[in-house]
């Protein structure tokens, strides 16, 4: 009886979602902003507002320590997606999964899940790719295992290793396996389940162990037409080629014949879609430009920015599936403004500031990392906000302009806030019940925070705060969220 109600629960998260529209930030050509004052750490699912980007911006905390797992809960990689394919519920690496809109965890994955990877077609189901070679697949619904095959005489499997996908439409995969010093791509069918190809790369393995010496990654692009291999530019390079090989190379998915090499090194990118719908690699570094993208069907370069602040390190994310023709970029150092963006992958120049990520970036497991939802409205990412001095505190966030409304409900709301400007009082008006009240300042500091209150309308005092610009987030009895601003006048 308890399993039919957790299913039934998990049906209705599933299925009943009501159709959103989403924000984004305003497009504009990019803009240099750096942090002058890094926000209080705000508490566990409270939200600061970044203001100082074109659009503000809402952060909110998602994640706490866990005692129970001794873990601070974050998800996996940017290239690898923490949502399901409708962003219903998402995952802390294999752990555990989590209500998209509550935060709260629905319930633990078995350990012999890790590494998972979500269906990109099926918000059921993720896929499990073993290091023995077992390839399965996992229901939520159920909480059970399929074992769909076995890759046999490896003395290890890996999808990537770490920065590999699955296409767009779950038909192919790209697995690396280990065969003493030999490295084999395989490409695996996950529409028939069988394995499609073995290209074998004699010596790419090299003598690692869990990972290969001359290879960095392999995967398969978002239409699963290509395979790109990234070979390690700390082991090869156009001047010390492993066997003619270097740089960022594309084969065909079904045969692995050697079509092209996009570019002379290869450092963090990944697969998306360009606004003419051509396929291309995305990635940090070029000949001229610190931000580029490579045609997977031709030689062709485009360079996206050549910004100085995209000179550091960050990361690259095109895990926005259902939104190609961008790709989400962070900034890992905040000497380079620290900021996430999305950036439309044409000759244009405009982005989307999604603010910024306030971490010291002081070690690897620190760095941001932000990866878009399917839709890409949102971003989840990592910060200590500023904390290097624990060199083990990271928290989750998600980073979006405002929450986004039910289309059924946007034409109806009715919202008043006056005076505005305002020197002494505040009457807010709402045709849904309001539930909580949160003020923040132009540096995102909560100021005001009213709770329970269960009301159409509220009346509180501004008449303390000090002149300037406020937000003010507005919560219903439906979790919608409106944001607003106010003036507070002499």
């Known amino acids: 009886m308890k399993m039919k109600k957790q299913i039934f629960i998990l049906t209705i998260l599933f299925f009943s979602t009501k159709i959103i529209l989403a924000q984004f930030p305003n497009d504009t050509l990019y803009q240099t902003s750096y942090i002058v004052n890094t926000p209080t750490l705000p508490p566990l699912f409270g939200a600061i507002i970044d203001s100082t980007v074109p659009d503000p911006i809402t952060i909110t905390r998602i994640t706490e320590y866990n005692t129970t797992w001794n873990w601070y809960p974050i998800h996996d990689y940017a290239k690898i997606q923490p949502w399901n394919a409708n962003a219903s519920i998402y995952k802390f690496s294999s752990v555990a999964i989590y209500d998209a809109n509550t935060h709260q965890m629905i319930r633990t994955l078995p350990g012999n899940l890790y590494p998972s990877y979500w269906s990109n077609v099926n918000s059921d189901m993720m896929y499990s790719f073993r290091e023995d070679g077992d390839i399965k697949t996992y229901s939520v619904l159920n909480d059970s295992f399929q074992t769909l095959y076995q890759l046999q005489g490896y003395e290890m499997v890996k999808l990537g290793p770490g920065e590999g996908n699955i296409d767009k439409n779950d038909h192919y995969v790209a697995l690396v396996g280990k065969d003493s010093l030999d490295l084999d791509v395989i490409i695996f069918n996950l529409q028939t389940n069988q394995v499609e190809h073995i290209e074998t790369f004699v010596g790419a393995w090299g003598t690692g162990n869990s990972v290969p010496d001359y290879i960095d990654w392999v995967s398969v692009s978002q239409s699963g037409n290509y395979v790109g291999i990234m070979w390690n530019h700390n082991t090869t390079s156009i001047n010390n080629p492993f066997n003619g090989h270097y740089g960022v190379e594309i084969y065909n998915t079904t045969d692995m014949q050697f079509l092209r090499r996009i570019a002379d090194y290869g450092n963090h990118g990944d697969f998306g879609h360009a606004i003419d719908g051509r396929e291309v690699f995305v990635q940090f570094w070029g000949p001229t430009g610190t931000l580029n993208m490579y045609y997977l069907d031709s030689l062709q370069r485009v360079e996206l920015s050549n910004n100085p602040d995209f ?180």
């Open 311 to 490: 000179s550091g390190e960050g990361h690259v994310s095109c895990r926005n599936l259902n939104r190609p023709g961008w790709a989400y970029v962070s900034q890992d150092d905040s000497a380079h403004s620290g900021q996430m963006i999305a950036i439309k992958l044409d000759n244009s120049g405009l982005v989307e500031h999604f603010g910024h990520h306030y971490s010291s970036s002081s070690t690897y497991n620190k760095s941001p990392m932000p990866v878009p939802s399917p839709n890409g409205d949102k971003l989840m990412f990592k910060s200590d906000f500023g904390n290097a001095a624990n060199t083990l505190e990271v928290f989750c966030f998600e980073a979006q302009k405002i929450n986004v409304l039910a289309i059924d409900e946007f034409d109806n709301i009715n919202l008043n806030i006056y005076p505005n400007p305002a020197n002494n009082l505040v009457h807010i008006k709402n045709k849904k019940i309001i539930t909580d009240i949160r003020i923040y300042n132009s540096i995102g500091k909560e100021v005001i925070a009213i709770s329970n209150i269960n009301a159409n309308d509220i009346e509180f005092s501004v008449q303390n705060l000090e002149e300037g610009v406020y937000f003010v987030k507005i919560r219903n009895v439906n979790k919608q969220i409106i944001i607003k601003k106010i003036v507070k006048d002499k």
